[in-house]
T-cell receptor, first 116, second 116 residues
Framework: GNSVTQMEGPVTLSEEAFLTINCTYTATGYPSLFWYVQYPGEGLQLLLKATKADDKGSNKGFEATYRKETTSFHLEKGSVQVSDSAVYFCALKVVAGGTSYGKLTFGQGTILTVHP | NAGVMQNPRHLVRRRGQEARLRCSPMKGHSHVYWYRQLPEEGLKFMVYLQKENIIDESGMPKERFSAEFPKEGPSILRIQQVVRGDSAAYFC????FGTGGLAEQYFGPGTRLTVT
């Protein structure tokens, strides 16, 4: 089956610090990989995605590279801001194969708190 | 274009009562996914529907849970005879017609169900 494992949280950083949130996966088939962000009281928003090996997804200063050899998709940001405080979810989707129907498989989420 | 709407945002039910959760997809979207987020866990897929059809309900508990997406009106997730273990956040996501699992899913803000 498909599964996603994220680093244990919560993560607490000072403003302008470097952020890494680790994500590894197992999948039957060739997955697309995603990072979603959930701000307090809101639904999930797509942050970035990558659909094939060595692709780099990027958005709002966040980056993640699809590493097939290590089955990883780690999220990084060079300088975090207080406004980045949220819960971050790594997820995968396998479309090929006929029975996945595009459903997402999520990691358990990582709470990020950034202090001024 | 309004986003995915869910109501109510918060729902409190006593054990044994019924819970009805509603999801109005984005305009023009005819695919709906429901996910459940238990405390301290990531989101777990429950069911995937297209208008008037259940396509994949592999994540739905076998008893007490049902879902529908009628030709007119919102998608409904119904939980009969709720128990404390049903307390969770329930999210729906919609995606456009005709692009199946390839399309991005847009999430609603969720309904937080509390069973007392």
């Amino acid at each position: 089956g498909n599964s996603v494992t994220q680093m244990e949280g919560p993560v607490t950083l000072s403003e302008e610090a470097f952020l890494t949130i680790n994500c590894t996966y197992t999948a039957t088939g060739y997955p697309s990989l995603f990072w979603y962000v959930q701000y307090p009281g809101e639904g999930l928003q797509l942050l970035l995605k990558a659909t094939k090996a060595d692709d780099k997804g990027s958005n709002k200063g966040f980056e993640a590279t699809y590493r097939k050899e290590t089955t990883s998709f780690h999220l990084e940001k060079g300088s975090v801001q207080v406004s980045d405080s949220a819960v971050y979810f790594c997820a995968l989707k396998v479309v090929a194969g006929g029975t996945s129907y595009g459903k997402l498989t999520f990691g358990q989420g990582t709470i990020l708190t950034v202090h001024p | 274009n309004a986003g995915v709407m869910q109501n109510p945002r918060h729902l409190v039910r006593r054990r044994g009562q019924e819970a009805r959760l509603r999801c109005s997809p984005m305009k023009g979207h005819s695919h709906v996914y429901w996910y459940r987020q238990l405390p301290e866990e990531g989101l777990k897929f429950m069911v995937y529907l297209q208008k008037e059809n259940i396509i994949d309900e592999s994540g739905m508990p076998k008893e007490r849970f049902s879902a529908e997406f009628p030709k007119e009106g919102p998608s409904i997730l119904r939980i009969q005879q709720v128990v404390r273990g049903d307390s969770a956040a329930y999210f729906c996501a919609s995606s456009p017609f005709g692009t199946g699992g390839l399309a991005e899913q847009y999430f609603g803000p969720g309904t937080r169900l509390t069973v007392t």
